[in-house]
């Protein structure tokens, strides 16, 4: 047993009153969740404290919270490994959470002043009570706004579907999904753009995008590339990846929309399959980026050839004028280089021919290793099973 | 101490700044950088996207010219370190992936090895605080930065997804920067968007996501009282430094904060003056940090 100092952000509507800290001290074992300490806080002191919870072993998915700042549930996160989060960086104090005007008092555990565990509800969403969001609009909606069922072809079989096991293999990482809204919480795309359709709908999408049963892969891929707020809104941050309690890693099926939706050829408005397949071109003749290539291949691919660049594309090329005039007054961009597209140098001495001939060979192999699926080879046992094995 | 050294592309191209100002420095902490100048671009996570193993190979093949130097590689940027490791991750996972993309490598004479003479590839702000050491850097400072206010931007790249990028052995990657930045005499800002994203990968796709996002990190690191940012990545330096005037349009309020990249602080703190470390290149006004050193003799 220890005792802890949960420090909880609370709201209650019908108080009138804006949202405030409370701590609450618990004494449980390290080994016992959040949740548990929550709970025990609400037997205890507090009936009034509102949390959504039941299965208490991460898989019904109702308790997303934040802990210190990171969106998990409640219940796979243990006091002990919270505890020494929150204190890993004790003589400088962590800062506060955002909304909060003073720095976290010491508390107790282990007998000795600690910062306390700081719990607060799901981040991205409106609060509803203490710990309980509302997830209908930044969750569940967006979840339905991606037709998370099954379109197969024409009239379903008498009997049940029938395909290879290995055809749907790709899919089963985003079928472990159990809607925690953990992801959503944590999402920084969502953050700036809450139209954002976001990683547990765009995770969703993808287990239909690539399900073989599915007739409707491109008109899905369509929609989502087309929409301003689809799978070109995603920045690349993983919180998501870190978030996800199951392990669904919902940025890289982002990435698997992406990857199919250039393989299906769809063109779209938010200049997402031109900056990538300008990108990818540019690395193959020149090794290293071209940024000025770059910049005009994303709005206008073949500028010098074929113009037929969009409004929106001649709207961004314009839009990027000012930022490249400053750029030049420092002296950031006046060579040559940074200022013409193409000018850029190739890799030396013959390695960009050894570039391209990797280039060549991938033409012909796009193997996609999933360590979802296929796990970590190599793995030294631990000592206590090498000699359970001995033995 | 000896590294290979891969600068990567922006540090080379628009923040050229950030690659000169690393030469500067490794030369005064006395690290002798092998440039691996045949290397490739990481994909920076794009290339991944559309073929993960074009990606793998691509960086396959950085890791093996690293490792025929015999030396540990460093980077300097955020986003070649994240990109670099995803794919590193699934080359070391399994030996018959690995076999199958060093056939590619095999026909330049190449080969990337798991764990070959203890094979690391760490950002500079890794190397600093693991393998360099806080003790000596701060014994190396000519000019403690006193009375500049610091924020730390650390880029998404170096702090997620924990699991792949070591925090297993090292957890207090993602306090680093305030221990260099204490180091060298400062003093730490805390902010709200330390960690968060710069919002550059889209910036092409997006802008106005993209450019909310770098301004209101700007702008809460000014509420907070900062005299400057300081990023171990040229990519959110880009969007953070470069594009700032544009952000503070899209945020709608005066935004005007110096964004110093990681080895331009650690050379002000060694000695050198801000023009030697190509801060007059830089869009947001470095003056204030002038301003804040001035009265400190280097």
């Known amino acids: ?391 | 101490m000896k590294l290979a050294y891969w600068p990567g592309c922006v540090s080379r191209g628009f923040t050229s700044e950030l690659h000169g100002s690393m030469a500067l420095v490794a030369e005064r902490l006395g690290i002798e950088l092998v440039e691996l100048d045949r290397a490739n671009c990481c994909g920076a996570g794009v290339i991944a996207e559309h073929n993960q193993e074009l990606a793998d190979t691509l960086n396959a093949r950085t890791f093996a010219l690293a490792q025929e130097t015999g030396l540990a590689m460093m980077n300097i940027c955020s986003t070649c370190q994240g990109a670099q490791s995803e794919c590193q991750q699934r080359l070391d996972a399994d030996s018959s992936y690995r076999a199958h993309i060093n056939e590619v490598l095999s026909g330049q004479g190449l080969a990337y090895e798991k764990g070959k003479d203890g094979f690391t590839n760490k950002n500079f702000l890794w190397v600093l605080v693991e393998d360099y050491g806080l003790d000596q850097l701060a014994a190396k400072v000519q000019r403690p930065l006193s009375g500049l206010r610091v924020g730390p931007f650390y880029g998404c790249y170096v702090v997620r997804p924990k699991e792949r990028l070591g925090y297993d052995e090292f957890p207090e990657r993602d306090l680093y920067l305030e221990k260099v930045i204490e180091a060298l005499g400062g003093e730490v800002v805390e902010y709200d968007g330390a960690r968060k994203c710069c919002g550059f990968p889209v910036i092409t796709m997006n802008r106005e996501t993209s450019l909310r996002q770098s301004g209101t990190h700007v702008g809460d690191a000014i509420d907070a009282g900062a005299d400057c940012l300081v990023t171990p990545c040229p990519l959110c330096h880009l969007n953070l430094d470069m594009q700032q005037p544009e952000a503070a349009k899209v945020v709608n309020r005066d935004l005007g904060l110096a964004v110093l990249h990681l080895p331009q602080l650690v050379g002000l703190a060694l000695g050198y003056e801000p023009k030697q470390l190509g801060m007059s290149k830089h869009i947001a006004s470095t003056g204030l940090v002038e301003e804040r050193l001035a009265g400190v003799p280097a």
């Not at chain 1, 900056?275 to 010098?304: M, N, R």
Request: glycine share 8%.
């Open chain 1, 1 to 391: 047993m220890a005792e802890y100092t949960l420090k909880v952000r609370r709201y209650q509507p019908e108080s009138g009153e804006g949202p405030y800290w409370e701590e609450f001290q618990v004494d449980l074992d390290p080994s016992l969740s959040v949740l548990d300490g929550i709970l025990q806080a609400k037997d205890r002191d507090d009936g009034s404290l509102a949390v959504r919870c039941s299965c208490r072993a991460a898989i019904c998915g109702s308790c997303g919270m934040k802990v210190n700042g990171s969106s998990t549930l409640g219940c796979k996160t243990m006091l002990g490994e919270a505890h020494e989060a929150a204190n890993r960086r004790r003589e400088a104090d962590a800062a506060p959470p955002r909304g909060s005007d003073e720095q976290p008092p010491p508390g107790s555990a282990n007998g000795s002043a600690a910062n306390p565990i700081v719990v607060e509800p799901m981040g991205n969403m409106p609060v509803i009570k203490d710990l309980i969001t509302d997830m209908e609009s930044t969750h569940w909606e967006k979840i339905r706004r991606v037709t998370p069922w099954l379109l197969p072809h024409g009239n379903p079989p008498e009997r049940e579907y029938v395909v290879e096991p290995e055809s749907m293999i790709d899919i089963t990482q985003s079928m472990a999904c159990i809607q925690c809204g953990a992801c959503v919480s944590s999402c920084l795309s969502m953050e700036a753009d809450p139209g954002f359709i976001g990683p547990a709908a765009l995770a969703k999408a993808y287990r239909f995008v690539g399900d073989p049963r599915d007739a409707e892969t491109k008109e899905r891929l369509h929609d989502l590339a087309h929409d301003p707020h689809g799978i070109y809104d995603c920045t690349h941050c993983f919180s998501c990846i870190d978030a996800c309690p199951k392990g669904v890693a919902p940025m890289d099926q982002i990435m698997r929309l992406r990857r199919k939706a250039g393989e299906e050829g769809i063109e779209d408005p938010n200049n997402g399959h031109n900056h990538e397949a300008a990108f990818i071109k540019i690395i193959e003749k020149k090794g290293t980026l071209d940024e000025a290539l770059l910049l005009q291949e994303s709005y206008a691919p073949g500028v010098k050839g074929k113009l037929k660049p969009t409004k929106s594309a001649i709207k961004g090329l314009l839009g990027s004028i000012p930022t490249v005039i400053r750029a030049f007054k420092t002296g950031k961009a006046r060579s040559l280089s940074k200022l013409i597209p193409g000018v850029h140098p190739k890799l030396p001495d013959g390695a960009q021919d050894e570039v391209k001939a990797i280039y060549a060979h991938a033409e012909e192999h796009r193997e996609e290793f999933n360590l979802y699926i296929k796990g970590e080879e190599d793995v030294e046992p631990e000592p206590d099973e090498r000699e359970v094995e001995t033995a």
